[in-house]
């Protein structure tokens, strides 16, 4: 609860307004929903500017359904489910319609926000890279944002990346998406004047390690501007990518 | 070379007013100058929008001024010198003022800018961390930033947080620094609604690693909206701080 | 053995109430017997005051038929086998009934325990860390100990923890149970005033590193009363806190 | 602050007691005080049981002897600070007098508790883990506990250890200290029937990697009733020791 | 574009010959194509004087199917595909024909080399080893290199190895393969008077860990005039022997 | 080639009973057959006083029959096969009968010797190790050693390993297995005055990490006497003890 | 104690020879001293047939003093002190004279053995490992054995080992001391008939870390009959070295 | 000894023209000196074409006069002495008068080669990392090849790289040294037609781990034509490097 919100609480009790226990219980009912394998959190959008997003690795089908259905109860009718195979997207679907894409292993309950803003730029290295570049695209929509795709930019041939400096120095964001040796968040670094967020991905192989090579060259970034997501991880780069996009100015 | 450079180059080789050779010349003449062991980059600032820096860590006092020197020459008056030791300081001071932020092992040469802006709320968990705090509180100031610092909230004692929630809650961007088990970055990734830069420190003692299991934490954060920077690199996330604290609005 | 045993034995021997080589086959007679593939410890009740437990996971079920049977045979009725998978389960059932808990992983043949005591408080960060909560729980429930289980209350939103505040300071133990950055131990262990026991799940992806992540994370826990046990190791951290909910006062 | 706070605070502002902004005022006046470099908590003994202790490491002695004033003037004149080399107690000690545990690293401001309860075994492997061990025993004794020493029982030769084992069992807590291959843990979690809590040390040379044999040798003890603190954290096994043997009875 | 045809161009804009936005539309119509979720490089032929590859695991039958396609319309027809499982071979066959080296894991598209040069020694340690020194022996082949087969024979028994001295002692180039130890490399290294690529593989179990004994094996090879690749990367240590084995003289 | 065969070649050649050329022909002559996919050394036993064995792990069952029959062809009629998978032992079995020992994988192709040898001890921390310690019993056997088998005497109880002391008192060479701590070769190490070859296994989970946490507790044993191989090489340590076992006494 | 030892004891506690309680005293009287900081083992020759070497690393001059009295005391006059570096020994010198073998690092009180028996030979890859060849080197002399160095035979001029052949082929065992890529182990495993214990160095730089290059070699070796033993342990090699070398005949 | 070396000594025997024991001494007489510390190699000129360098690293001054010495005498005067620091230059300077190159920590005693052939472009990100830079250049000036010194053109300003486009597409060989990220060797790799040699270096802080995240981002390089050497070995990129530029054409 924020100051506001327990200076009003008090004045209402100290008015009379409402009983102590009634006061009391207001604090204890927390924005959440006790789901018992789930606490999910509708108090988020306000909190963070974002909904509650249902990261769908460590569920079961049966949880996410449950899950779901307590947003909708709550209000939140658009959906966004991460990390979510196939079998379980069509298991949900027969319960709750859902939109599917295959790519990005994301489901979409309700739709996606026709009005989107500003401009991400997401770049991979290489062809391999791309579900993890679609897990961020289609999660960078979803939150409000317009998205341009380079794929396969990658530092082997340089005059690929070159090519599209205008759309690089054109974007509000760029999301670099690289395995092997991930130099590509270097290079674009080096080019860009806006914010760049690395994702390093475990595309490769020996002493990629999984991804690792990339992470710590990302992370070595001799370029300034850049910072770095977990391996793998489109969703949170772009949803750091969608704050940063929707930042008003400093006026504003 | 941008697009639109080239534009005007070809047109002024078509109407004759400059000759082949001095376009191709033109074209060579890098922005930036030879001194063998650096070839600082005098296009940095339009390129990146910030004027280039000196990371003076693996650099000798003559190499720093002689770098400084040729940035004067170009017309950079005011340099940001980082991780640089005192001994090194003093040595360059004698041909060169600057102003020496111990804490920050920080230098510079010319003035901080008088305007700042925005707000960066600069977090850390503990006493120990404070030179990696202030090395990203000076480079933000330097970088025309207002700044809050938050030293010693670490998540042991929560409610040393949860009293700021406010400045957290108002903040542009926050820099959350910790080192141990950098639990700090996702205490606040939970709480903030802006973007959130983590800095895991090399703070702590045997399986902290140098930073590792801080940095490891991070990466790992369960909360959206976070993104890492290499270990001890305070000046890294204060520079793409500033960059997300000094964006136009959409429609501006 | 123990020296009162030791002393009583010498003196039957100085007595002349047993021959010289009835004591020395007294002494090798040691209190497991030998399977070949296992040699099941009958003493460990009387050593640690608990019953030898059954760890399933390198073993066939026919080793683990024999291993109970020999239990059984000893006089010890209620065993706890863990890391048992569903197909070895029902191969065992069909000679000895156990009832199995599928989410832990965990077979019991005989009972539980009718009377509990105390109070441990099983709290994890996500629902993808329940698997690992239940082996704790059920592990607890088997050995004696009521328990509470608070799933789901990972840092990103802190606010489903604090809502807990009033079970977690009147927990006798605590087990703090995640995957990812493992944030959650730093916190809880912040909170109580009770010994909390880590343990860090391989739930995550990428520099999780199957839970090396949280691992470091909880090792290097800012927060003093924290101590760790094996990536995933519910049983363990569920026999040391019973252990330590068992503790008589200091008086008594 | 706990919900029985609330309440009251909550019937004042009801009753007419207190003003709303008053009540406000006390839930922001949190129990710390901010020193700009550190904020010492004072709520920390109510909350844990035990006062704030000084991690002395990453501490300038001014640092140190700033927070120690203040804690005095919060009323806390007993201080432990850990991690205190000689040169900055030396410091310290002119500005206000202070016990220094030379083998332990630790100063202590005040006195030492004289009363002790129960009984803390702390074992070592080797001579040369003795520095840990008496952090721990010294942290042990701050905190009220009684501790038996047993220094140098590595399992290289066992019957220096089983010679103790009355010692070992009638322990309410025992903290197994040791480097190289950290196995003195498994053998005493095999023996003892009260909690084991094992510090892996840095001592050793090549393959040991700082303490990292010993920590992973630990965290995978074969015997129930082991867990872990970070490598040389002599302190943090105190504490939680110390945690574990003031438990009260069940009943009591 | 090289400086050379900047030049021409900037000359055919000065002599009027084309037009300015064709000189601009020449500079961005880049030499390679845009499949969307891949661009070949056609330009890589005259930039490293050999043909673009296809790295066929991340890739879908399709995608390959389509880049080969892609190639042929820009007149490559000899097209070698590296890392292609039987399977996808199998579907690509059914579009466009291709030969299938089983053991490499490469297919061909068109044909080989008829005419090859100078000589290439590849050897490895063991049996197991062969599937990636097939990958090296194929690629040199379908790059131009003669070839020598030296299969099993590791340092066990050196006198395998020895025997062949004069294969070695001839060769322009030697791919040393190896996993396990690697210690091939540098025995090899010691006897060889040309470069020797070294491969390390993930053949082994155990502290092999995949390859990374080999490789920090071969890594640190007490033999001068080695270098090191990925691990298992028999494709880029083919590539460059055979930069090295196409090298003219220095006066040619 | 050894120096006395040198010295007799030499010398036969200055007779002139040999010609230069078959002198040569002599020299590269070298005691192995090439089968192209291996080269198997029919000169070990002499030079190793043990017959080559064929690691199946990497090898096709083809394979495996090719280098069986070239070692029959050589007069090796005995022939040891590890690391074999059922499924390839029966295809072998078709073309050359051979007994597969299902828990050690390990097949026989002509039959083990009927005397043996002093006597090796085999002792396993667990029942999950027991594969392993098959392999080296299996192997011992196999070379001519007496074998005595102590499984699942781990330091968890370790009366169960100290009922044993007259067995391990007694061997020439004891073999120590374990995985998870490891801290069974320290036990051992310390017993013992006989030469002990510890095996670190990859049994256990989490911070075992595949057998790491076991082998560097073995290679830091704080007790003298202990060397140690890869990681679940059973193989490995039985070939070394039965070399020390096979040992003649100094004068003999 | 041995069973041989308890029968007698009990035989006589019934013979009434000795009472119960000094039967207890007996068994209760181990063989070492407890001085504190360390239990010296006294029981050490009759249990390993080697007497208690002390580590000097870490321990300090009073320490070793201490425990080199009380070995006096109880009878042992020649004692090896490792790790001992050239300060501390001078400080014992005052008090206890000795010899000190300053490139190994050792201190001997009391003498050498006078006879010496068998052949070790102690072989290093470069001039650099030295200092850890000595300590084996002198040590094994210590123990009673002959020894052979064979320093700077590394494998990049593998000519130089082969030479030694002879040397190699009549050695009772071998120490391999390697830093770098440590391929000397296996090389000379293929070579030798008798037992190689590897020990690899520190010494190397980069990716050498420490050693670990050069121990994943040796434990990964192909060789047969190689063990290895912790980074830069000399001493364990030796130890080991020489109760292999001191082995009787099977029938002695 | 090469095969036509061993067939003109069997001639020579066969003709009587030496006798068998002279014959033997010969082949046994190996074509380096012992003395003790080391066996400099004076084959190595006609084995590999490149005289024997001493790595000054690991030995005192006095072992590396010692060698010199025995090198001179055996007809190389001039000797590259690699990873001298100053202190001991000057001390053999006393001896033997030595060039010392301070940036390269080299030492040359006799003269550089006067003629140098081909082209050897030496880049570095950064001007750290220049001293490795130096000691590949001399290196390579020394072993008789004409270098290009590119310092400062890293990838965070790639227009300092591309402007040297030409050189880079002019050389025989390139090194490629950079620390941090190690981005540099796939953009130069990708450029370049000619084999590039990467080196690593530990320039660098934090996650760069002393040369990791460069070694594994070279290793991964996703630019074909480019191998790998140690972490700071600039001495091993120039070997082979110098011995690429050498090589003659495929027909002279």
Known sequence: MEQNEIRKLLQNV???????????????????????????DFHRKSRQGVSEVIYGAG??????????KSFAEHGQKDILITRLDKAKAEKINKEIPLDYYDMANIGIIGSMPKERV????????????????????????MLGNNTVRLYDVGVAGIHRLLTHTEEIMTARVVIAIAGMEGALASVIGGLADCPVIAVPTSVGYGASFGGIAA???????????????????????AFQASMINHMGGLNE
């Open 215 to 237: 992470l710590l060259s990302m992370l070595n970034s001799c370029a300034s501007g850049v910072s770095v997501v977990n391996i793998d991880n489109g969703f949170g780069a």
């Open 118 to 141: 500003g401009k991400i730029v997401i770049a991979t290295g290489g062809t391999s890279d791309i579900p993890i570049a679609e897990e961020a695209a289609i999660t960078a929509e």
């Open 14 to 40: 100290a008015n009379g307004d409402i009983l102590v226990d009634d006061a009391l219980l207001h604090i204890k009912n927390e924005p959440f929903e006790d789901l018992g394998y789930a606490k999910p």
């Open 59 to 68: 569920k079961t089908a049966e949880q996410i359904i449950g899950i779901s």
